[in-house]
């Protein structure tokens, strides 16, 4: 079937650094993606989107890629923080033939001090 | 503006229990998804609900399943004759618009973490 993945489980970085979480997609269909960061214990908390009709969107020091060409999704933080650590997921808004949030397995990300 | 609301937040529940988990969606939020997610594992979409209605349930399990959305009142997701594989955290999103348009960004809630014994 189809389906969102992440290419690394686990990214560990130090503190100051750029840390960048990449995320393919399946559904040559989907045209909306978000990022979620999910803390420990805690529900997803949207972070940023991105339609298809951009390959670029930046935010408050993360930025999303897209590349449609090759159905790949990036999100680059910069200057990580401790406070970054959490899991992050990538969805996709196609399921079928309805727009319902179809997640991957999602990326846990590490920021040593 | 209150976010998503799910209770109660930890469920513990016998074998062969019933549980029940609610969710009130954000202020104006008339579509809402549920979600279960396994340790260490990603969310898997269960159902999607409109009020009253029951739009995509293709991901939940046929039996002892079910999930409502009525006029009044959270969204229950009802799991009859529980088993140890329905430990999960089960969570709840919600939307201020119906999942037949792009932009459909989903607001989640902190979820119900079921525990069965």
């Known amino acids: 079937g189809e389906s969102v993945g992440l290419h690394l489980p686990t990214l560990s970085v130090q503190e100051g650094d750029n840390s960048i979480i990449n995320c393919a997609y399946s559904n040559s269909a989907s045209d909306y993606f978000i990022w979620y960061k999910q803390e420990s214990g805690k529900g997803p908390q949207f972070i940023i989107d991105?339609?298809?009709?951009?390959d670029k969107r930046q935010g408050q020091r993360v930025t999303v890629l897209l590349n449609k060409t090759v159905k790949h999704l990036s999100l680059q933080i910069a200057a990580t923080q401790p406070g970054d650590s959490a899991v992050y997921f990538c969805?996709?808004?196609?399921?079928?033939?309805?727009?319902?949030?179809?997640f991957g397995r999602g990326t846990s990300l590490i920021v040593h001090p | 503006n209150a976010g998503v609301m799910q209770n109660p937040r930890h469920l513990v529940r016998r074998r062969g229990q019933e549980a029940r988990l609610r969710c009130s969606p954000m202020?104006?939020?008339?579509?809402v998804y549920w979600y279960r997610q396994l340790p260490e594992e990603g969310l898997k979409f269960m159902v999607y609900l409109q009020k009253e209605n029951i739009i995509d349930e293709s991901g939940m399990p046929k039996e002892r399943f079910s999930a409502e959305f009525p006029k009044e009142g959270p969204s229950i997701l009802r799991i009859q004759q529980v088993v140890r594989g329905d430990s999960a955290a089960y969570f709840c999103a919600s939307s201020p618009r119906p999942a037949t348009t792009g932009n459909t960004e989903a607001f989640f809630g902190q979820g119900t973490r079921l525990t069965v014994v």
């Open positions: 991105i339609r298809s009709n951009m």
């Open positions: 969805a996709e808004n196609r399921r079928g033939g309805s727009y319902i949030p179809t």
């Open positions: 202020k104006g939020h008339s579509h």
